[in-house]
């Protein structure tokens, strides 16, 4: 039984705060359950030694933690352990895939395809790529409704594409792009696929076989763990063939002062003390969310969704970006005559806690002809109350402006 109340009790940082604080920010980044930080916790007041080096209990118990969490993260997506590569986040990911395929791989008048969706992190570190490789950028532009334009596949995906990375839930519209489909269409041309999947892993069950993508980046603290980790899951037969990211130590099997051999996967791309604490609390954030349910934690999400939007229209003043029909719980939104921030600021008097801004997809602003939105997004702690909350905070805020007579 999903019983949000009794969920709300996990999370410390409802009692620390005043009663009436509603956050609506998760898409940036989750509240912690307590059971996270107690993991953390766990780790650094009872066996914080370093990991695959050290030949003594704690030492141990700190390797069998870290490497127990990489395999409930490989569990989680439905992938192998050795495909599961420990990063900074969902940027380092990407940016992997950038430095140690892609400058390899590609080479002058090679298409690189993404979309005019994209954050910021899955557009720059193939800018970076393309001018130094002499590769070209395509993007897939969007419709008014925040879908992808994919109506003439064959403009987009040429023998020339070599490489397509798409973001799998918009963090700005919340549309959930067909994933599946573009990464067929990837490899039907004979490009690899890669995956933004920040704001899909944590809502909604995501299957790294199912959609055969080669790559596939997320951030651990986008789903209820700590900052500081992420993940890159890459098809081991391409990793095998990838060089490392960073040098340094445990990527190594030997070392002589002109020659190295390379750690094999996925050790090869964790140069250096890894975020030990990081991807222990991450491990504990996976055992959180199954003991709740992805499907449920889904199915409450959708089902806040579908009143925030219905309230949110009821409300004259209020433009939504974005309409796709399968979407996750992420709602942009202007109010008439009140800029982003100035909304932001007047809600967080009335203790609401939403995002305003680019959201770090500048190129998507300026499509759409504002430089910013505010956007409130969900998770499994929020309840109606939250939503009818921020519906009675817009509306003051309009009468406050003046927006109404
Ligand atoms: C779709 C998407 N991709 C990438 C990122 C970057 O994630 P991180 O800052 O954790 O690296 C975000 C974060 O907001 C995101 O929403």
Redo the contacts with the bound molecule.
């Keep these: 039984m999903f019983d949000v109340k009794i969920i709300r009790e996990d999370f410390p940082i409802f009692s620390k705060q005043s009663n009436d604080f509603v956050y609506l920010d998760s898409?940036?980044?989750t509240l912690k359950p307590q059971f996270v930080i107690d993991a953390v916790n766990g780790y650094y007041s009872q066996y914080s030694a370093n990991v695959h080096r050290s030949i003594y209990t704690i030492g141990e118990q700190a390797t069998a933690a870290y490497e127990g969490s990489r395999k409930k993260v490989a569990d989680f997506i439905n992938a192998k352990d050795n495909s599961i590569i420990f990063t900074?986040?969902?940027?380092?990911?990407?940016n992997l895939v950038a430095y140690a395929w892609a400058r390899k791989n590609l080479k002058e008048g090679d298409e690189i395809l993404l979309t005019e969706m994209?954050?910021?992190?899955?557009l720059i570190p193939w800018q970076l790529c393309a001018k130094e490789t002499g590769a070209i950028l395509k993007h897939i532009p969007f419709n008014e409704d925040g879908t992808l334009d994919l109506s003439e596949p064959e403009k987009w995906f040429t023998d020339k594409t070599k490489l397509v990375t798409v973001?799998?839930?918009?963090?700005v519209f919340g549309t959930i792009n067909p994933i599946k489909e573009i990464v067929k269409m990837a490899h039907d041309v004979g490009a690899i696929a890669i995956v933004?999947?920040?704001?899909s892993v944590p809502h909604q069950k995501v299957d790294v076989q199912e959609l055969d993508c080669d790559f596939l980046?997320?951030?651990?603290?986008?789903m209820l763990g700590p900052?500081g980790v992420?993940i890159l899951y890459g098809k081991p037969e391409i990793l095998e063939t990838m060089n490392p990211f960073l040098g340094g130590g445990e990527m190594i099997k030997t070392v002589s002062l002109n020659e190295s051999t390379w750690n094999n996967i996925p050790w090869k791309f964790e140069a250096g003390t890894p975020n030990i604490a990081q991807a222990i609390g991450l491990g504990a954030a996976i055992d959180y969310i199954n003991s709740i349910g992805l499907e449920q934690i889904h199915q409450h999400e959708q089902l806040l969704l579908n009143y925030a939007l219905k309230k949110m229209q009821d409300i004259p003043e209020v433009t939504i970006y974005g309409a796709a029909s399968e979407r996750g719980a992420v709602i942009s939104f202007n109010v008439e005559n009140v800029h982003p921030h100035d909304l932001s600021q007047l809600l967080d008097n009335d203790g609401i806690a939403i995002r305003a801004g680019h959201?770090?997809?500048q190129p998507i602003m300026k499509k759409l002809g504002v430089s910013a939105t505010g956007r409130a997004s969900l998770y499994l702690y929020n309840t109606k109350e939250d939503i009818d909350r921020l519906c009675e905070s817009i509306v003051k805020t309009v009468n406050f402006m003046g927006g109404r007579d």
């Design positions: 898409a940036s980044t900074k986040g969902t940027t380092e990911s990407i994209e954050h910021h992190s899955n973001i799998h839930q918009s963090n933004d999947a920040a704001q980046a997320f951030s651990g603290h986008k900052t992420g959201h770090c997809a």
